[in-house]
């Protein structure tokens, strides 16, 4: 740097130099013409004193320099042009410019603190409209020229002043306010970019400008949509823009200008931003927009675009009114066993089925049409449509939540209105042994948790309550079977306190309980009831304050479970029920017993009780009647011979 300093001072004494004193104003900009011509085959320096640094060094032939705040070019008339933005208190001092010993300049920049100068202005307008904005001033100036300028690709360009007047462009002066305002009318897309509007200072020999920078931001609206949402519904838009597939996306609402625009700010990965998620596809030109539940705020109107410049973007309208309907949104869950799985839904007449299930991130993502095997719609009323869809191949990582909607289309816009939310749970199917045996339960698990410890517990796991993989306590061994994606925990002696409700779980960054099953365990003790048909009876089944409790008539007592719900097998007024739960026993009454109520029953909770329960006839009673009959026969007949002899 030393050398270069030397050589610089060398050609300042050797070159021609030129002196200029310029002010500028902390927080604008100034552009001065130096009135020295740009020399296009030597290098450019731009050096500042005091202390000494360099700000410009090129040897390139390029007609635009720019470092940082800096820049050094060629204007229309070939001159060079200085350009030194966002200007601070540091930057006042001496600086000397030079064409490599053509020419010098020694510029003395004076900075003031002024209120004229403020951060730069951005401006939306739409095609078509007329773009209006603001240029303050210094009162030192209020009887200097105003001008505007306009930064092109390698250049800055005067449009307007007082001897060079551009159509659809015009200018204002308020000088007992020291502003000017500028209208441009029926802007197009080429209007967009960035001007700098301030006072031009004549020095004869030199000029500049002291400005202000104004971003002008063009839109141009493609097309307009409405849709219609109900509160605590899902919604799924896509705004399509094949045409653009790599160009940044948006969408933001009108009723704030659209001062803030939601972008993912990632290309094709889902990012949350705010109450909303955002997915850029590049691959397709989609920005995907997900309300996860809808509410009374998102209701308005909004722009879904997509940026084809720095300045100029295009988008489309959509406004969005939330109805307030009964119907809508529906939640449902729903338990079941791995293999197959049926849903079914309403949606309008004449739309199209959208199914997805929520991600980790609560996103809605599009199922897989390799995993519905079955999908079929039926007309139940003028006006909607049920869906059957069954889903096949159902394993622990397909557990979750599920949206079902329609899905409209227009020329840009495709919304999904999620209106029914199923939460599917998946079980095991229960485990049925007897007291002393051994059992099984078996637990799959997805092939990402292989490496993860795995834990079995009798309630949902905890880092207090667990037993980790291929580890025994007491009778519960555990074994993790990593080719197959199965751990099994085996518990041997079986009692009627080991029967429960039992959570298969994955350590992670949490714990993870993900699938559960029932061990029901048949206590030794059977009992045995005989009545007659007419008689009442009370059974008391044992439980130990469980929200779940059996009592049904079937064969095998896994029956009386299913989709990890106990089933109440028995529906008649004859039935009824009391819980005395401090006693830990529930009380079973039937009336008026008939043969047919005989069988086998069970009852408890998950320690069951097997009941044989006979009902008989009473033969006792009925022939008390018929010797009473036939005596009175044989009375009567006897009566009727004595009359007769």
């Known amino acids: 740097m030393k050398i270069l300093l030397i050589f610089f001072t060398f050609y300042l004494i050797s070159a021609e130099v030129k002196y200029i004193d310029v002010t500028g104003y902390s927080g604008g900009s100034l552009l001065l013409d130096s009135g020295k011509p740009w020399i296009s085959y030597s290098a450019k320096y731009m050096v500042k004193q005091d202390p000494r640094r360099i700000i410009i060094h090129s040897k390139k032939h390029y007609k635009w320099i720019n470092e940082g705040r800096f820049t050094l070019f060629k204007n229309n ?22 064409d490599y010993g053509k020419w010098s300049i020694s510029m003395v920049l004076d900075v003031k603190e002024d209120l004229c100068c403020k951060a730069s202005k951005r401006v939306m307008v739409n095609v078509g409209e007329t773009a209006s904005f603001s240029c303050e001033y210094s009162q030192n100036h209020i009887n200097d020229d105003k001008i505007i300028f306009k930064e092109e690709k390698a250049s800055i360009e005067m449009i307007y002043n007082r001897w060079k007047k551009k159509e659809r462009f015009s200018i204002s002066d308020k ?11 029926a802007v197009t897309p080429d209007d967009g970019g960035v001007y700098l509007c301030g006072v031009w200072i004549n020095r004869r020999s030199y000029s500049y400008s002291v400005i202000n920078t104004v ?89 879904c675009g997509v940026k084809v410049s720095d300045y100029t973007e295009i988008f489309t309208e959509l406004q969005l009114r939330l109805r307030h309907d009964e119907k809508y949104p529906v939640a449902v869950t729903k338990t079941a066993y791995p293999g197959e799985v049926i849903f079914s839904f309403r949606i309008p007449e004449q739309q199209t089925l959208y199914l997805c299930k929520e991600d980790d991130d609560q996103i809605c993502q599009n199922i897989s049409s390799s995993k519905v095997t079955h999908m079929s719609g039926s007309s139940e009323r003028n006006e909607e449509r049920v869906f059957t869809v069954s889903i096949s191949n159902v394993s622990v990582r397909d557990a979750g939540v599920y949206w079902c909607g329609a899905e409209t289309r227009d020329t840009y816009l495709t919304f999904i209105s999620l209106t029914t939310k199923i939460q599917l749970n998946l079980i095991m199917p229960p485990v049925v042994r007897r007291e002393g045996e051994s059992a099984e339960i078996i637990c799959p698990y997805d092939s990402i948790y292989k490496s993860k410890p795995k834990s079995l517990c009798k309630g949902k796991c905890s880092t207090r309550d667990r037993n980790e993989n291929e580890t025994k306590t007491d009778r519960l061994t555990l074994k993790d079977d990593v080719s197959t994606s199965v751990f099994t925990g085996t518990i041997t002696g079986l009692t009627a306190e080991d029967a429960g409700k039992y959570w298969c779980a994955v350590t992670s960054e949490t714990e993870l309980n993900y699938l559960y099953t029932h061990l029901m365990v048949i206590v030794n003790e059977e009992l045995n009831l005989t009545k007659y048909e007419g008689d009442d009876v009370s059974i008391q089944c044992k439980h130990h304050d469980e929200e779940q409790k059996i009592f049904c008539k079937a064969d095998q007592a896994s029956v009386c479970v299913k989709d990890g719900v106990s089933l109440e097998t028995v529906r008649d ?73």
């Not at 070939?78 to 200007?87: A, Q, S």
């Not at 009108?254 to 997915?279: A, F, H, I, T």
């Not at 069951?608 to 006839?617: A, G, P």
């Open 77 to 98: 008339e070939g001159l060079l042009m200085i350009y030194i933005r966002d200007l601070s208190k540091d930057d006042a001092g001496r600086y000397l410019i030079n």
């Open 175 to 185: 000088k007992n306010k020291n502003v000017f305002s500028v209208k441009i009318t």
């Open 215 to 303: 971003h002008l931001h063009i839109s141009t609206k493609v097309g307009m949509s409405r849709e219609t949402g109900y509160p605590g519904s899902g919604l799924m838009m896509k705004c399509e823009h094949p045409q653009y597939k790599t160009r940044p996306k948006y969408i933001c609402k009108e009723s704030d200008r659209c001062s803030e625009k939601n972008n993912p700010g990632v290309q094709d990965e889902w990012m949350k931003n705010g109450d909303v998620s955002l997915y850029d596809d590049t691959r397709a030109g989609v920005l995907m927009v997900f309300f996860r539940e809808l509410k009374a705020a998102d209701e308005g109107t909004y722009r």
């Open 573 to 645: 007024d004859r039935f009824s029920f009391s819980d005395e739960a401090s006693a830990g026993v529930f009380t079973v009454n039937i009336t008026d017993l008939r043969e047919e109520d005989s069988g086998i029953y069970w009852c408890g909770a998950h320690a069951i009780t097997k009941l044989n329960l006979t009902v008989r006839t009473d033969y006792t009673l009925i022939n008390m009647i018929c010797v009473s009959s036939t005596l009175m026969l044989i009375g009567g007949f006897t009566l009727i011979m004595c009359k007769l002899t």
